[in-house]
Nanobody
Framework: QVQLVESGGGPVQAGGALRLSCAASGSTYDYYCIGWFRQAPGKEREGIAVIDSVGRTRYAESVKGQFTISRDNAKNTLYLQMNSLKTEDTGKYYC?????????????????WGQGTQVTVSS
């Protein structure tokens, strides 16, 4: 079992930056594919960035070059650095993890989910 708690969301103006954090507890964090998903108003939840147990990252095309995912295994914490934010980045951001996927991608099916943190980008 893994417990995930997100933080760092909030209101921000377009062009600004935010860093989201996800604190993981309850299991061997190092062996998980873990990542960030978001759900914009009126849209389905989408995977945007994931990182595997050896630090390989994959991004959705919509955030490549704009967002950076990283993990600190010593602190059991996942991060998402979001730069040059746009109004279309508004949504609820979720941290999620899986111990069973063969390939860690933004479309992977995750077993464990946090409660999410809201990001609102205004123009």
């Amino acid at each position: 079992q893994v417990q995930l708690v997100e933080s760092g969301g909030g209101p921000v103006q377009a062009g600004g930056a935010l860093r989201l954090s996800c604190a993981a507890s309850g299991s061997t964090y190092d062996y998980y594919c873990i990542g960030w998903f978001r759900q914009a108003p009126g849209k389905e939840r989408e995977g945007i960035a994931v990182i595997d147990s050896v630090g390989r990252t994959r991004y959705a095309e919509s955030v490549k070059g704009q967002f950076t995912i990283s993990r600190d295994n010593a602190k059991n914490t996942l991060y998402l650095q979001m730069n040059s934010l746009k109004t279309e980045d508004t949504g609820k951001y979720y941290c999620a993890a899986s111990s069973t996927v063969w390939v860690c991608t933004p479309s992977a099916t995750m077993n464990y989910w946090g409660q999410g943190t809201q990001v609102t980008v205004s123009s």
